[in-house]
């Protein structure tokens, strides 16, 4: 491979995981590698359209004044991820504001912000955060495009996997399977380009198993991340009793009965962790495949009345593995059991794959240039060597 390919190639792979994370990282609601701001609030240090490097709040260590952080905001625009400096820090959270803004964002209707709702803080090189110019006009200007491209997919194909929550990601995975393909055809070409016509061609089932085993390990992925992450929930610290669960009296605490449903066709295993004055009982409970399990969660309302927020973490894993196995993963760090479970569901389902189908290519013989396609494919399959 000369320089000049191999240039491009890491030039591509690195195109497709930005696209990738960013994509993903909207579909949980939490910036997975990159984010980028849209707003003047952040203004000198990002410019709106500006990007920057977000690092999980599991690895980036101990928030400090002056860090950049991505936190779930409960009443700024209404709520959602927004990226703000920490400017202070009080009893009840910590003081956040925009670069731009006069005043913080709790001197508004914000709240103290907690730790369970940090997500991610921005990739600082020699005290400064580092940004990545213009990587939200671009993904902007591209993802319009997307939309039209899955929803057209949609209608033309019948599937409503790409209308739905997870078309981007489909789509992604759909061209580069497609990208990958056409490359590999015409490398073929080029090779056998001065042997007879009478030759077969077709892809390599190498392609094939590893695009199906992708999305495999993606839907996997999803399975397990789309339902976790930190659930909030809110209480009344009040000078009297009130059997409203979310009413708390003062400097108490009070029981909740928490449901967990598990509506597929695993198992699962969840892990909860509370944050400040709140508590969960058990912290890890095993839900059969279309079962269920309660968990008591403890809320305490501090000494001064009005309205509070309290902050539990909930992380969900296929039970694929034993479940001492997945605990010592997890106390490690929670994403370890996403990746061991994603290694034992795509690694038997490549060596199989290649396996069923050989390691040659699924081919297309020139004698079915008649036939159609559906016909061809079938015949192909039968017939491969």
Avoid: C
Wanted: glycine share 12%.
């Amino acid at each position: 491979m000369g320089i000049r390919r191999l240039l491009a190639t890491l030039v591509t792979a690195t195109l497709v995981l930005a696209a990738l994370a960013l994509v993903l990282g909207s579909l949980l609601g939490q910036p997975i590698l990159l984010s980028y701001v849209e707003t003047e609030s952040m203004q000198p240090t990002l410019d709106p359209g500006d990007g920057f490097v977000a690092v999980p709040s599991a690895v980036a260590g101990p928030v400090e004044q002056g860090d950049v952080v991505v936190f779930q905001a409960q009443e700024l625009h209404g709520g959602g991820l927004t990226t703000h400096r920490v400017v202070g820090r009080t009893n009840q959270g910590y003081v956040t504001g925009g670069d731009n803004n006069p005043f913080t964002d709790q001197a508004g209707t914000e709240p103290p912000v907690a730790d369970e709702q940090i997500v991610a803080e921005a990739l600082k090189v020699n005290g400064e955060v580092l940004v990545i110019p213009h990587l939200g006009d671009v993904v902007t200007g591209l993802s319009g495009g997307l939309e039209d491209v899955r929803y057209w997919l949609a209608a033309f194909t019948g599937l409503g996997i790409f209308a739905g929550p997870q078309g981007l990601p489909a789509l992604l995975i759909l061209g580069l399977v497609l990208y990958y393909a056409v490359d590999v055809l015409r490398e073929r070409g080029q090779r056998q380009y001065d042997r007879t016509t009478e030759r077969e061609t077709g892809l390599n089932t190498r392609l094939v198993v590893g695009a199906l085993a992708v999305f495999l390990v993606f839907s996997a992925t999803m399975g397990m991340v789309g339902p976790s992450g930190t659930n909030e929930y809110g209480i009344v610290s009040a000078a009297y009793e009130d059997e409203r669960q979310d009413v708390v009296p003062a400097g108490e605490s009070k029981n909740n009965t928490l449901g967990v449903t598990n509506g597929g066709f695993l198992p699962v295993v969840v892990f909860y962790e509370p944050g400040d004055m709140a508590d969960v009982h058990p912290r890890e409970v095993y839900v059969p495949a279309r079962g269920e399990a309660n968990v008591t969660a403890t809320f305490t309302a501090p000494p001064e009345t009005g309205g509070y927020s309290r902050y539990i973490v909930e992380r969900r894993y296929f039970a694929v593995l034993p479940v001492s196995v997945i605990r010592s993963l997890y106390q490690v760090h929670p994403w370890l059991p996403i990746v061991a479970i994603d290694l034992l569901l795509g690694v038997p389902f490549y060596v199989a794959g290649r396996k069923l189908l050989g390691s040659g290519r699924i081919r297309e013989r020139t004698r079915d240039r008649g036939l159609s396609r559906l016909a061809s494919l079938k015949r192909a399959l039968r017939g491969r060597e």
